[in-house]
């Protein structure tokens, strides 16, 4: 028999509101998980507020999920009741495809699952993690290491490894100089991962405000963009540019900054085409590219990562009654870095 959870609902884009979800019986192969923190992700603005085509009302969105599982399928072998378990930005794929198979299931050619907005295998609305539980299939299902706080382990479900994947599919390391523009969700984990990693860090940041936090964070170097000097200083400086902001950038004026054969990666996502000279690319035999979430294991190597060396995401803890206002704290940029939810609070 399906279970009742409490939830917020988004019912229309104006606000999100109390309210009771069904969640089903975990099949065989799935595991039902008690949410005790979820963490607020600037793409739960977008869809609650209807800023993105598709949205399906209601909806309860969050894909920063962290708790304990409570119930399992009789098939089920990777997770056990108690275990400490997290869910990201995709619940499913079709497993069957190339990159499926080769463990890239976010690049999954028949689309992955996402977590709350999209039409699950049983033909019912997928509802995330704004909610007291949830039900996934074992294989989607993250374990969350000890080391690490629920709170603070919940946004690395998916600010953590969208930072993660690319820095170590582009090298991060000893002797690479990599730079993260913007100091938010994304970009303070960007930081914290890539010092972790041995990489020359540098953080990109409109003003000089978060300058502090920045070196505290681990990075080694900051600097304003505001500053039109910047570009003469830090020309061909870098190997590896991240940007993490959703606004419009210059993308010559980012590429100029890169050593020969660096790459720019967008993992922020501007709402409009960018443009830029071919020349900034073939001048230096730059590379520009875009990068989404991890597959289960990056995302699971990068949880053991971030527990063996103390790494979890700044959070505020809000009550559930406190997320309207987040929302637009989120969009002021007033949060130091990640709101998270405290699931009993629904």
């Known amino acids: 028999m399906p279970t009742v959870a409490k939830a917020y609902v988004a019912t229309s884009a104006t606000e999100l509101r109390p309210g009771l979800i069904e969640r089903r019986e975990p099949g065989e192969f799935e595991v039902r998980i008690s949410i005790k923190f979820t963490g607020i992700c600037h793409s739960d603005i977008h869809t609650a507020r ?4 598709g949205v399906k009302y209601p909806v309860v969105v969050g894909h920063e999920i962290a708790g304990v599982v409570e119930a399992v399928g ?29 463990g890239e299931e976010q690049y999954c050619l028949s689309g992955s699952l996402s ?19 949830i039900v996934v299939d074992e294989n989607y299902v993250l374990r969350i ?30 002797g690479k100089r990599v730079a993260i523009i913007g100091l938010g969700g994304l970009g303070h984990m960007g930081v914290k991962i890539a010092s972790a990693l041995g990489a020359d860090v540098s953080v990109l940041s409109q003003s000089l405000k978060k300058q502090e936090d920045a070196f505290r964070l681990g990075a080694n ?13 830090l020309s061909g400086h870098f190997d590896l540019v ?46 520009l590219a875009g990068s989404k979430l ?17 790494l979890g995401a700044d959070v505020e803890v809000i009550s559930a009654d406190k997320i309207n206002d987040a929302f637009d704290r989120v969009i002021a940029s007033d949060v130091r870095y990640r709101f998270v939810v405290d699931a009993s609070t629904f």
């Open 221 to 233: 170097g900051y600097y304003a963009t505001s500053d039109p000097g910047v570009v003469d200083v």
């Open 294 to 310: 991890g597959g289960i294991a990056q995302t699971q190597e990068m949880l053991e990562f971030c527990a063996a060396r103390g």
């Open 242 to 287: 991240i940007n993490t902001v959703s606004a419009d950038i210059d993308v010559d004026r980012y590429l100029s900054l890169l050593a020969v054969d660096g790459a720019l990666i967008m993992v922020g996502l501007p709402s409009e085409p960018v443009t830029l000279r071919v020349w900034s690319l073939a001048g230096s035999r730059r590379t």
């Open 50 to 53: 209807g800023d993105w085509a």
């Open 115 to 133: 977590t709350y907005n999209s039409t699950g295998r049983d033909g019912l609305p997928t509802a995330g993690g704004y909610s007291t539980s």
């Open 145 to 174: 290491p000890e080391g690490i706080s629920l709170e603070a382990a919940a946004p690395l479900l998916c600010a953590g490894i969208t930072m993660y994947s690319p820095l170590r599919t582009w090298g991060a390391g000893p």
């Open 74 to 102: 009789a098939k089920v072998t990777r997770h056990a009741i108690g275990d400490r378990v997290g869910v990201g930005c995709f619940v499913d794929s079709c497993r069957e495809c190339v990159n499926c198979l080769a």
